[in-house]
């Protein structure tokens, strides 16, 4: 949905590039993320612009990312929302996702910069808890208690990064776009499935210094949205900042925090907005972890983070798992007698 991780969550290999990987984690997420909106998602996965969030792959190539993603939030106490076009209270989500990324990098020399050009398919097992709010003739409101599971592919997600190195200073504009043809169970609590036309466009800034061993990165944008036709509910505008540090502490160990706010700027609308605009916000802080290594000649990185959200408005509050592998497929490498394709 993040998602990225567009840009993204990205990744590091011991070598350096991590790029616009970052998107990845952008992929969509429905329910288990609750970013307010219809359903409480957003395509764009808070979290997913930790460190490295402006750094691009150094090569040409094609490169992989793959996130096991764990989320369990609630909304308890009364509070109401809507999902799949029914109002429920009392709400439980937990999601069991992976994310899978592939990007490919054509030039490293775009306008001075480096471009990228990708997808990201979200699969995975939702499970929603939840009290269905019924209004009786005379007006009276009670709850039935109902559970919905199911595994899923969601909607797939394209992504465009195009980054710009200064020096020690890395810029990365990025945007994704959600294209609704993923498994939709209309009228289902649980889904993966967006099932809207949504786009996000995002900015990046890092600065990596590899002698002192720091990396400070931060990340802003928004998050447009369509109508689902299957419920004519039109969530509003979004916005989200991320920020994240991170010391280098060995030639293969990374240790970091990160954190996220997120604000939604206008309101819902649209026939099926029954609990009106439904603006949220949230705040969510946490811990990261890369380990860099090498199998064969290919780089590789496995990253881990841990989110735990508070603050939350007309969404969820949760705590979120992740466990990112990212590594290229393959890579086009310079040497002196010219350029080497290698994986």
């Known amino acids: 949905m993040d998602f990225g991780r567009s840009g993204s969550a990205s990744r590091r290999t011991r070598g350096g590039w991590s790029g616009g990987m970052g998107l990845m984690a952008s992929g969509a997420l429905m329910v288990g993320s609750a970013h307010a909106a219809e359903g409480g998602a957003s395509l764009y996965l808070l979290g997913s612009g930790g460190p490295d969030a402006a750094v691009m792959p150094p090569l040409v190539g094609v490169y992989v990312d793959t996130t096991g993603y764990y989320y369990d939030g609630s909304g308890g106490g009364g509070k109401e929302f809507e999902v799949g076009g029914n109002v429920v209270a009392n709400l439980r989500a937990r999601i069991a996702a ?20 990708g997808g990201v398919l979200p699969m995975g097992a939702v499970t929603v808890d939840a009290s269905a709010v019924l209004t009786g003739p005379l007006g ?13 592919i969601g909607d797939p997600v394209g992504l465009i990064a195009a980054g710009w190195k200064f020096g020690n200073v890395y810029v990365q504009g990025s945007g994704l776009v959600n294209v609704p043809v993923g498994d939709y169970r209309d009228r289902g609590l649980a889904n993966l499935s967006f099932h809207r036309w949504a786009g996000d466009a995002s900015l990046a800034v890092t600065w990596k210094d590899p002698q002192v061993g720091w990396d400070i990165s931060g990340k802003a944008g928004f998050t447009f949205n369509g109508t689902n036709p299957s419920t004519q509910y039109t969530t509003g505008t979004e916005f989200h900042i991320e920020g994240a540090v991170q010391k280098t502490l060995s030639k293969r160990w990374s240790l970091g925090a990160q954190m996220y ?83």
């Open 98 to 117: 992976d994310f899978t990324t592939v990007v490919w990098v054509p030039t490293t020399n775009f306008a001075g910069g480096t471009l990228e050009l």
């Open 261 to 343: 706010y997120y604000d939604q700027v206008t309101g819902d609308s649209g026939l099926g907005a029954k609990l009106g605009p439904f603006e949220g916000q949230v705040v969510g802080v946490g811990g990261t972890a890369a380990y860099s290594f090498t199998i064969g000649h290919t780089p590789v990185s496995l990253r881990g983070r841990v989110m735990t959200e508070f603050d939350a408005v007309n969404r969820l509050e949760g705590t979120s798992c992740w466990l990112d592998l990212s590594f290229p497929l393959v890579m086009k490498v310079p040497t002196p007698a010219g350029p080497v394709w290698t994986n």
């Open 140 to 152: 009276h409101r009670f709850g039935v208690s109902a559970t919905d599971s199911a595994g899923l």
